[in-house]
C-alpha cells in the first residue's frame, strides 16, 4: 500500500492494481522502434499469483490479467499520463492509456449527460475539473448530451422539449464553472440530432451489439440508469446498448465517466472481443462523490439535500453542510437480512474503500482539493494536501464545526461565478428559471404518441401487411407458398404488402447478422415469389424495412422508444430466457413500431407469440388494430419423419436443380390409400390447384385405368383413398409439375444478374459455415 493511501485511511486491494489487459501483449518492435524518443518498453513475464486473483469480475470476463507492461515514457508525456490518471479513481488499463499517447498526438475522451434537471457540485465543479485535465493533455472531449437517454428514462416527465432545455442549462453551468471549452477542446453533440444525422451508420452497429450479448448481461448495466434489474421497462435495455453504441460512434479513446457507468463501458470492451476490434477503448472512471446523508453511496438528484447544487445559495450550502453526516470514526454497519440480495441497481459506487464515508471529508478531498496548487484554510492552518485536513479532524485537532464551516467557505468561493452568471447573464437566467419551473411542476409522463408515418413514402394505409420469414441460407419452396398464401389471405380490396425486415434480421442474427447474405435470401426469395406467381406479385408492394426506417429515422426510433417505455421487459421477453440474446427483445419492439408506421387493416406474421403483445399494443395507441391473419398453408414436406432421411430429402429448396427435384419426389412418402399425410397429393393442391389454377392430368396406360385429370384435391384423395390412383403414377405426373417449377426458377435466376449473384452469395456462406464447423 502506498503512503498516500495509508495516510487516507484507505485500502487498495490487489483487485485494482492494473496490468496488460485485453487479449495479446502489444508487440515490441512497433514501440521499441520510438523508444529513442517517446518510450521505453520493459516486459515482465512473471505475475505473482496473488495479483492475479485480484483483477475486478467483469475484467476476468475478457480482459484477463496478463504480464504487466512497463513503459517509461518521456518527461513530457509522462506529466500527461499523471494528469489524465488522475481523473480516474480506475484506469482499465494504464498500459493501454500509455500507449493511446504514444500512438496519437490528440485523442477523443467522451463522457454523456443526461439533461434530467439541476447539476449537483460533482456534475459541475468536479467535472469541470476533470476535462480541463484531459485538455491539457493534448485530449478532445466530446460531450454527448442524451437526450434520447433521458427520454427512455422518462426524465423532464418525456418531454423532449423540455429536455433539451435542461442540456442547454447545464452547458451554461460548466461555462460559468470554468471548464477551458477554448479552441474546440470541448465539443458538444446532441444524441437524437447525431443519431438522426447518422441513422445508417448509427443503428446498425447497436443491432450488432445487441446480437452479441444476453439478456442478463444487459441487465448488469442497469446502474447507469438508476434502476433496479426486477423493475426494467423494455426501452431500458435499449439504454445500454445505445450507451455502448455511443463509444465506437463517437470514435472514443477514452470513456471518461463516473464508476456507476463502469459496467457499460466494460461491455464495450467486450464487445471489441466479439467484433474482433483491436482497440479498445480506455475506461478512465471518476470517483462518485458520497451523498450528504449518512448512507447515500452517491448523491441524488431526486433528494435536494443529498448534494450541494450549481445555483444553491449560500444559505442553501450553509444548511446542507451544517447538517452533512460527518464522522470521525468508523461506524459499525448493520448486517443485511439472509434473504437480501443485492440488486445491481443498489451496488457500492466505489472501488477504494473508505471506512469513514464521511461526505464533508470526500467534497474536500475531490472538490477543494480537486484544482491543480489549491489549498484549504481551516482552524487557522493552509493545508495543501488532504491527507494532513483527514489526520487532523481524525485526531480531533480539527472539529466537526470548523471542519464544516471552512468547507462551506471553500464551497461557496467555488460557486459565486456560477451564481453570478445565472444572475447576470439573461440567456442562463431564463434557462435556469424554466428549469426550477419543470422541477416544480413534477409534471405526468408525457408519453406523447409518435410514429414514423409509412404513407409519407407512398406506402398505401390499410393495406394487407405481410411479415416474410427471418432469412436462412437456404429458402425452400415451402418458405415461398406460405407467403404466397398469407399475400392471399387478405382482403381483395386492400393494397398487398410483403415487409422485408432485414434490421429485424440482423439484430436477431440469422444468417450470422451477414448483411450480403440477409440481402441475398431476400432476393431470392421476392424474385422467387415473382416466379412461381407472377399474377400474384405483380399486385404486391415489397418494402424493405431498412430503407423504410432511414426515411424518417427519427420517429421511428422515438416510436421503437416509446413502445419499450409501453411494456415491462418481462412481456416482452416472454419466451425468451435470460440467456437468449438481447436482440430477440429489440426485434419485438422494432416489429411493433413497424406496425404503427404501417398503420395496416390486416397483418399475416409467421411469429405467433407477438400476437398477444400486437393486441396489447394497439389497446393503448390512437390508431386501429389491424385484423392478425394466422398463417393457414399446406405443408409439402416431403417426410413423415418416421424413417431415416437426410435434410435434402425432406423439403424442396427454391435453387433446387431439376434432377434433385425428381430424385426427391421419389423418395417422398406416398404410402398406398394414406390420405392423411401425402407429400404429392399436397404439392398438387399448393402448386397446380391453388397457384396456378390449372389441372393435374395422369397419363396412364388404359389396363391401369386410362387417361385422368383432377381440378380439386378432395378428387384425388377419393381416388388414392380407393386404389384408383397408383402412387408411382401420382409421383411421376406431380414430378413433372416439380421439375417445370425448377426449371422456371432456375432460367429466372440465369436470366437476373442480381439473382444469380444472390444465389452465389447464399452458396458461398453455405460453404463458408461449413468450413468453420
Known amino acids: 500500500m502506498s503512503s498516500l493511501h495509508a495516510n487516507l485511511g484507505l485500502s487498495k ?43 475486478k469480475k467483469e475484467s476476468k470476463k475478457k480482459d484477463d490479467v496478463k504480464a504487466p507492461v512497463s513503459i517509461e515514457l518521456t518527461p513530457e508525456l509522462q506529466a500527461k499520463y499523471d494528469a489524465i490518471l488522475s481523473v480516474g479513481e480506475e484506469c482499465i488499463s494504464e498500459v493501454e ?205 431526486s433528494d435536494p439535500d443529498s448534494a450541494v447544487f450549481m445555483e444553491d445559495s449560500v444559505e442553501d450550502v450553509t444548511r446542507k453542510i451544517m447538517a452533512a453526516y460527518c464522522p470521525s470514526k468508523p461506524e459499525a454497519v448493520a448486517a443485511k437480512p439472509a434473504e437480501t440480495s443485492d440488486d445491481a441497481g443498489k451496488e457500492s459506487m466505489h472501488l477504494v474503500e473508505d471506512d469513514l464515508k464521511n461526505p464533508c471529508l470526500d467534497y474536500i478531498q475531490n472538490i477543494v482539493f480537486g484544482p491543480p496548487n489549491s489549498t484549504f484554510s481551516c482552524n487557522g492552518t493552509t493545508y495543501d494536501h488532504f491527507p494532513a485536513v483527514r489526520a487532523d479532524f481524525v485526531s480531533g485537532k480539527i472539529s466537526e464545526q470548523k ?55 407512398n406506402i398505401p394505409v390499410g393495406a394487407h401487411v405481410v411479415f416474410a420469414p427471418p432469412p436462412t441460407a437456404n ?57 412461381i406467381s407472377p399474377s400474384l406479385m405483380e399486385s404486391v408492394l415489397v418494402v424493405k424495412q431498412s430503407e423504410l426506417i ?91 419423419g418416421g424413417v431415416a432421411t437426410t435434410e435434402n430429402s425432406e423439403y424442396f429448396l427454391l435453387d433446387d436443380p431439376k434432377v434433385h427435384g425428381k430424385l426427391k419426389m421419389k423418395k417422398a412418402f406416398c404410402e398406398p390409400g394414406n390420405v392423411d399425410f401425402c407429400p404429392p397429393i399436397s404439392v398438387a393442391s399448393v402448386l397446380i390447384f391453388t397457384i396456378a389454377k390449372a389441372k393435374l392430368d395422369i397419363s396412364r396406360s388404359p389396363d391401369n385405368g386410362g387417361d385422368v385429370s383432377y381440378s380439386t384435391e378432395e378428387a384425388i384423395k377419393e381416388d388414392f383413398k380407393s386404389g384408383a390412383l397408383h402412387p408411382g403414377d401420382l409421383k411421376a405426373a406431380v414430378t413433372k409439375t416439380v421439375v417445370e417449377l425448377l426449371t422456371k426458377l432456375a432460367a429466372a435466376m440465369k436470366a437476373d444478374k442480381e439473382f444469380t449473384q444472390a444465389g452465389k452469395a447464399m452458396k458461398a456462406y453455405i460453404k463458408k459455415t461449413k468450413n468453420k464447423k
Open 13 to 55: 486491494t490487489g483487485k485494482f492494481t492494473v496490468y496488460a489487459v485485453g487479449g495479446k501483449m502489444p508487440s515490441i518492435s512497433p514501440i521499441a522502434s520510438v523508444s529513442s524518443k517517446k518510450a521505453q518498453v520493459v516486459l515482465d513475464d512473471k505475475v505473482p499469483k496473488s495479483k492475479k486473483e485480484g483483477s
Open 97 to 301: 492509456l500509455k500507449q493511446l499517447l504514444l500512438k496519437k498526438d490528440s485523442f477523443n475522451a467522451y463522457d454523456g449527460f443526461e439533461p434530467s434537471g439541476r447539476m449537483h457540485i460533482a456534475q459541475g465543479v468536479f467535472k469541470a475539473m476533470n476535462v480541463n485535465k484531459i485538455t491539457s493533455s493534448n485530449g478532445v472531449f466530446i460531450f454527448w448530451v442524451a437526450d434520447w437517454f433521458a427520454l427512455m428514462n422518462d426524465k423532464m416527465g418525456g418531454d423532449l422539449d423540455k429536455i433539451k432545455v435542461v442540456g442547454e442549462y447545464l452547458k451554461q453551468v460548466w461555462a460559468a464553472s470554468g471548464m477551458d471549452m477554448s479552441e474546440n477542446k470541448v465539443i458538444f453533440k446532441w444524441a437524437s440530432d447525431e443519431i438522426t444525422n447518422n441513422a445508417s451508420t448509427y443503428w446498425p452497429k447497436m443491432l450488432d451489439i445487441a446480437r452479441r450479448f444476453n439478456i442478463t448481461r444487459i441487465k448488469k448495466c442497469c446502474q447507469i440508469m438508476g434502476r433496479l434489474e426486477g423493475n426494467l421497462s423494455a426501452a431500458q435495455v435499449l439504454y445500454p446498448l445505445m450507451q455502448c453504441t455511443d463509444v465506437f460512434f463517437l470514435k472514443a479513446d477514452v470513456c471518461q465517466l463516473g464508476v456507476d457507468q463502469r459496467k457499460v463501458n466494460m461491455l464495450a470492451r467486450e464487445y471489441c472481443d466479439a467484433a474482433k476490434i483491436k482497440f479498445k477503448p480506455v475506461i478512465l472512471s471518476h470517483h462518485m462523490l458520497f451523498g450528504l446523508k449518512a448512507g447515500q453511496e452517491k448523491m441524488s438528484k
Open 403 to 457: 471542519l464544516k464551516a471552512s468547507l462551506i467557505d471553500a464551497l461557496n468561493a467555488l460557486l459565486e461565478p456560477v451564481r453570478a452568471h445565472f444572475t447576470n447573464d439573461p440567456v442562463a437566467k431564463d434557462l435556469l428559471a424554466k428549469v426550477q419551473q419543470y422541477k416544480k411542476e413534477k409534471a405526468p409522463l408525457n408519453r406523447q404518441f409518435r410514429r414514423m408515418d409509412a404513407s409519407q413514402a
Open 475 to 531: 429458402p425452400t419452396l415451402q418458405t415461398a407458398v406460405d407467403v404466397i398464401a398469407q399475400l392471399s389471405s387478405g382482403d381483395a380490396s386492400s393494397a398487398k404488402v410483403l415487409f422485408l425486415s432485414d434490421w429485424n434480421a440482423k439484430v436477431l442474427s440469422s444468417c450470422d447478422a451477414d448483411e450480403k447474405v440477409i440481402n441475398a435470401y431476400y432476393s431470392v426469395l421476392t424474385k422467387s415469389l415473382a416466379t
Open 550 to 640: 432511414l426515411s424518417d429515422p427519427s420517429n421511428y426510433w422515438i416510436s421503437v422508444i416509446n413502445v419499450g417505455r409501453a411494456f415491462n421487459l418481462n412481456v416482452l421477453q416472454e419466451g425468451f430466457d435470460d440467456s437468449d440474446a438481447v436482440g430477440n427483445v429489440i426485434g419485438r419492439m422494432m416489429t411493433l413500431a413497424d406496425l404503427s408506421s404501417l398503420n395496416a387493416k390486416s397483418v399475416s406474421i409467421q411469429d405467433t407469440a407477438m400476437t398477444s403483445i400486437i393486441t396489447e399494443y394497439f389497446k393503448n395507441i390512437p390508431l386501429d388494430a389491424p385484423t392478425l391473419v394466422p398463417l393457414d398453408a399446406t405443408s409439402i414436406f416431403l417426410q413423415d
